[in-house]
């Protein structure tokens, strides 16, 4: 597998981390370099670590993985989503603009669950795993990093509208993989 193949694979890997890193940036009164960085740290070394991890289980538990991971992926981010959209119609509300682990962790995970199957894949092709993950790795944490602060510029606009439709979107994200998985979407 090349590098160009490796590239457009991190970079699809990271779409997800990129829409919720978004959505998280909508929260964000000001984007700087503090929340940048741990969205992209927490983003960027899930998406390394699960397919490394993926990588080193390789067959032994491929069907064990690949029978669970879309629905973990779908409950995390349809309670997140939900918890979301519940939140924009909340007249008192605060948004969630925590960038600790307890907020960061379950975003982290609900968006490189995907990527732990792709590591098991790794297992079968001729792939240097150092550079795989690495790459991957990176390219999520710039990606997440851009999300943050596109989301801090629009967020102080559109808000509520954003966080309702930024949820949504999270949900919607969970059902596509839950439906791919299922075999009901192709």
């Known amino acids: 597998m090349g590098i160009w193949e490796l590239f457009l694979i991190a970079v699809g890997l990271s779409m997800d981390a990129f829409?919720?890193?978004i959505c998280k940036g909508l929260a964000t009164r000001k984007a700087g370099a503090g929340p940048?960085?741990?969205t992209g740290l927490y983003f960027g070394g899930f998406q390394a670590l699960m397919p490394l991890l993926g990588y080193?289980?390789?067959?032994?538990?491929?069907e064990l993985i690949t029978r669970f991971d879309h629905w973990i992926a779908f409950v995390l981010l349809a309670v997140i989503g939900a918890n979301m959209v519940r939140e924009a119609f909340d007249s008192a509300e605060k948004l969630d603009d925590s960038f600790g682990p307890r907020a960061m962790l379950p975003l982290a995970v609900a968006t490189s669950i995907d990527a732990l199957a792709v590591g098991v894949t790794f297992a079968f092709l001729q792939v240097q795993i150092g550079a795989a993950v690495s790459l991957i790795g990176l390219t999520t944490f710039l990606f997440s990093a851009a999300g943050i602060r596109i989301g801090s510029l629009f967020g102080a606009r559109f808000r509520a509208r954003a966080e309702v439709f930024g949820g949504?979107?999270?949900i919607l994200m969970g059902l596509k993989i839950l439906l791919e998985h299922l075999g009901i979407l192709g």
């Open 19 to 21: 829409a919720v890193s």
């Open 168 to 170: 949504v979107v999270l």
């Open 56 to 62: 080193l289980l390789g067959s032994r538990f491929r």
């Open 36 to 38: 940048m960085l741990v």
